[in-house]
């Protein structure tokens, strides 16, 4: 009888084990930046003003991340540009910046 419980516990351990390793890290995608939905809105007139912001914004929001340079994706009329960020603790993601030469944008969002 000490041997059939025994054989259950270990059984079940061993199950809730393997669900234990299953859980992922899936960061929100309402969090600002981690979809093309929530991109972070940034107004730039150059290249060169895109990267000052994107770093300084990442230096606020994702503080000790390493940053891969940005790469930009044109969606339809708009154009972003996307970060991938890595941690040494942390599963690495995408950040997504929404791109506009101006303020006068149909969206009613601040921008960054």
């Known amino acids: ?40 809105r940034i107004v730039a007139t150059s290249d060169m003003m895109v990267d000052r912001t994107i770093r300084r914004w990442l230096r606020s929001h994702y503080p000790g ?22 941690h040494p603790d942390n599963a690495g993601r995408r950040i997504y910046f929404r791109i506009q030469q101006s303020h006068a944008d149909p969206d009613d969002g601040p921008a960054f």
């Open 65 to 86: 991340w390493n940053a891969e340079p940005h790469e930009f994706q044109e969606l339809g009329p708009e154009r972003y540009a996307v970060v991938y960020i890595t």
């Open 1 to 40: 009888m000490k041997t059939i419980r025994d054989l259950a516990i270990t059984v079940t351990l061993l199950g809730v084990a393997t669900l234990a390793g299953a859980q992922v890290n899936i960061p929100n995608p309402q969090d600002p930046g981690n979809s093309h939905f929530s991109a972070v």
